[in-house]
């Protein structure tokens, strides 16, 4: 199954420093209020030049930014950790995060035995999207074409996402000098995924 999600679908909500805007949750049903997710993907748009993460008992993070720069303090630790397009960091939500900078970012959140990792993928390079995985395809540099298998594709706008389940293929993303953001996850855990950490 592939399925492209608009930007214009995504849940759009208010966080103490910004906006919010969900692209993906699982199960079906589960609300990031009450906290019953085991998956959530979403944009957030860092609009205070300091602020403060929600703190997540229980719950994994992948965060990369999608433009310009924002440094992170973890709790308990005295050097702040610079973000920048294309890094990833991967942390406990638990944790008491303050941030300085302003920028629009990606989220991956985890919990309850899900896994997963969020990586970029050059384009004109290909990728495989494996069956025993989901995956969020989130185009994060400008528009584009994703290219599986012969003569098939999908077009996204930039800010798009095409969420892809119970699939094997290889994929191949356009135009150069653009990188796509791939979040891939496994709901009911299995063997982990790598992630980054901090």
């Known amino acids: 199954m592939l399925e492209v999600i608009k930007a214009k679908q995504y849940k759009e909500t208010k966080w103490s420093g910004g906006t919010t805007r969900e ?41 990369t930014v999608l433009s310009d720069d924002i440094a992170l303090t973890f709790e308990d630790d005295d050097e702040a950790v610079v973000i920048d397009k294309y890094c990833i960091v991967g942390f406990d939500g638990g944790r008491k995060v ?51 298998g012969e003569d098939c594709f999908l077009k996204l706008k930039k800010g798009d996402s095409c969420h892809a389940k119970d699939v094997q293929m290889h994929c191949v993303w356009e135009p150069e000098e653009s ?17 980054g950490r901090v």
């Open 23 to 63: 692209i993906f949750i699982a199960p079906e049903g589960a609300d990031y209020g009450k906290r019953d997710f085991q998956v959530r993907v979403s944009t957030a748009t860092v609009e205070l030049e300091e602020s403060d993460f929600t703190v997540l008992p229980g719950v994994h993070r992948e965060l």
């Open 98 to 148: 303050h941030c300085v900078g302003k920028a629009p970012d990606m989220n991956l959140m985890l919990s309850g035995g899900a896994t997963g990792r969020m990586y970029h993928v050059d384009a004109s390079k290909t990728f495989v999207l494996k069956k025993d995985c989901e995956y969020i395809l989130f185009a994060s540099d400008s528009d584009g074409v994703l290219h599986y």
């Open 179 to 195: 990188r796509i953001l791939i979040v891939e996850f496994r709901r009911n855990g299995g063997k982990e995924l790598e992630t």
